[in-house]
């Protein structure tokens, strides 16, 4: 079975950092396309970035609220996958999902999310 | 505010049909497939719908999807109590190059 279990959620301030880990196991993670989906307190999803496997280049997309701040990579040989936060901002805040993808898009299996806090 | 179009609440007796709608664009729904996520509270979402109405192992026979034009629909068939939750779709926006969410449905099974 997917499990996916994520962590380094935390309480930063704006304009700091942070990085998110995800510890993929149960399926073959270095030919998986991977993402990342965050979900503010009470509110709805929002698709953040996307990986692809590295022998399709292991290139990134990512949604219009954070590129240029955020950055998805992978490590094959540990099977994780990581988000690293920068300049953040109090609209950061939220639960972030790691997840695999169905048909190279779409978030299939989900983490139980960690949760960052952006706040002074 | 969301570039799919989800009504905020929904609701149905047990046994009833019901159907969530999805209206989107020629960039996102018109070009492409929809999906279909349902989530309840505390937990993380899970994917029901893929690739407009294929359903993944697991998932039960009496959720089905479809399109048209530029809107999509979730059917629940036979509605049951544990289907109470909230349902997101999706779709890939040609325009923005990735996914993007409706802004969630609450279904209420009365």
């Known amino acids: 079975d997917v499990h996916l279990v994520e962590s380094g959620g935390a309480l930063v301030k704006p304009g700091g950092s942070l990085r998110l880990s995800c510890a993929a196991s149960g399926f073959a993670f270095t030919e998986a396309w991977m993402s990342w989906v965050r979900q503010p307190p009470g509110k709805g999803l929002e698709w953040v970035a996307r990986i692809k496997r590295e022998t399709h280049g292991g290139t990134a997309d990512y949604g219009a609220a954070v590129k240029g701040r955020f950055t998805i990579s992978r490590d094959d040989s540990t099977n994780t996958l990581y988000l690293q936060l920068d300049n953040v901002k109090p609209e950061d805040t939220a639960v972030y999902y790691c997840t695999t993808l169905v048909a190279l898009r779409f978030p299939a299996s989900w983490g139980q999310g960690t949760l960052v806090t952006v706040s002074s | 505010q969301s570039v799919l179009t989800q009504t905020p609440s929904a609701s149905g007796t047990p046994g009833q049909r019901v159907i969530l709608s999805c209206s989107g664009g020629?960039?996102?729904?018109?070009?492409?497939?929809v999906n279909w996520y349902q989530q309840v509270p505390g937990a993380a979402p899970k994917l029901i719908i893929h690739t407009t109405d294929q359903r993944p192992s697991g998932v039960p026979d009496r959720f089905s999807g479809s399109k048209s034009g530029t809107s999509g629909s979730l059917i629940i068939s036979g509605l049951q109590s544990e289907d109470e939750a909230d349902y997101y779709c999706?779709?890939?926006?040609?325009?923005?190059?990735?996914?993007?969410f409706g802004g969630g449905t609450k279904l209420t099974v009365l």
């Open positions: 020629r960039s996102n729904i018109g070009w492409n497939t």
């Open positions: 999706a779709a890939w926006d040609d325009s923005l190059n990735g996914v993007i």
